[in-house]
């Protein structure tokens, strides 16, 4: 992992907890996270863990009624946080992109994709039309689009879903972010379309150092992709893990493996095992482990005290009592 030259990790959460109202109803409970610069980081998890959520509060686009309770948000070593709304519109989309789970509805039905694109240039850089027009075809170039000019003139719905995400893949990357936030980007596509918008992420961000935080419940997708993956559950990180997910350490984590379908290389006979139970409600106070009601491996402790987040040897961790030290 490379960091930036000060020390600092380019993006560092401590303690994030996200709410609605001002009662228990936490969806995002006390998080703990760390990107590189030009690192890929997976946060995985069953949907309602909190995933997305965090995704907002990065892009400072929490939804109405949504507010952080506590926490940092340490970008390129300052608190985000503590930003004034300015500062914060003006971090998003120069060096914080953010790439949408819906494509469709990331774009605006009733303009062209040329006129979207191109407004981040005349916005942001302020550049003319002519210019903001050349700049628009290059970036559709990059991404894949065969024919830019085309595609400038083209609406929305003229697109199929993988096109239109590689237009959002642009529009985030338009301006060379040090840091793009990829939620769910291909959850509307067939596994074929996903592999190569995956592969196009990649190859985009490679050269320019940027840091990638992939967000997705798809384990498969992180294969070779993601250094780093941070599973997440009922709001709080269990496990980090250190090159792909085929030892892993947490209960949780070991099941979400094993409910996995068999891969290409693996039997078609595969036996998928479900995690019994349901996860808990973000207004649940439980004083253990969230995870322990469905745990197999579970002892008392479990049910009565919420484990540490242990660092374990390799620079994994994971939020188990069994890790606790003697």
């Not at 009662?23 to 030009?38: A, H, N, R």
């Not at 686009?61 to 300015?86: C, D, M, W």
């Not at 002519?130 to 559709?140: T, V």
């Not at 000019?149 to 083209?154: D, I, L, P």
Request: charged share 25%; aromatic share 6%.
């Amino acid at each position: 992992m490379e960091e930036k030259i000060d020390g600092n990790p380019l993006l560092k959460i401590n303690g994030l907890a996200l709410g609605f109202g001002s009662g228990s109803y936490l969806p995002v409970k006390s998080l703990d996270l760390e990107l590189g610069q030009g690192e890929v980081a997976g946060l995985v998890g069953e949907s309602g863990s909190g995933k997305s959520l965090t995704a907002f509060a990065l892009m400072d686009i929490l939804p109405y009624g949504a507010t952080v309770r506590k926490g940092e948000i340490l970008f390129q070593g300052e608190n985000i946080l503590e930003y004034s709304a300015k500062k914060r519109r003006e971090l998003c989309g120069k060096k914080m992109g953010m790439i949408f789970q819906e494509p469709l509805s990331a774009l605006n039905p009733v303009l062209t994709i040329g006129d979207q694109v191109s407004e981040i240039f005349r916005h942001r850089l302020k550049t003319g039309k002519k210019e903001a027009r050349e700049r628009a075809l290059e970036l559709l170039s990059r991404v894949g689009l065969p024919n830019p000019g085309s595609a400038y003139e083209s609406y929305p719905h003229r697109f199929s879903g993988g096109m239109r995400q590689r237009v959002v893949i642009a529009m985030a990357l338009a301006l060379n972010p040090d840091l793009v936030v990829a939620d769910e980007p291909t959850t509307a596509l067939d596994p074929t379309i996903a592999l190569q918008i995956i592969k196009l992420l990649k190859d985009l961000t490679a050269g320019k150092k940027t840091g990638v935080l992939f967000i997705t419940h798809n384990l498969r997708l992180l294969e070779g992709l993601a250094e780093r993956i941070f599973v997440m559950y009922a709001g709080l990180v269990l496990e980090e893990t250190a090159g792909g997910l085929k030892d892993p350490l947490h209960p949780y984590t070991l099941g979400l493996v094993k409910a996995l379908p068999p891969g290409p290389s693996e039997k078609t006979g595969k036996t998928m095992i479900p995690i019994p139970g349901q996860a808990p409600s973000p207004g649940d106070i439980l004083p253990g482990c969230p995870f322990a009601p469905r745990c197999l491996d579970r002892f008392q402790l479990c049910l009565e005290e919420l484990p540490e987040l242990h660092l374990l040897s390799g620079g994994r961790r994971a939020r188990c009592h069994k890790y606790r030290p003697c």
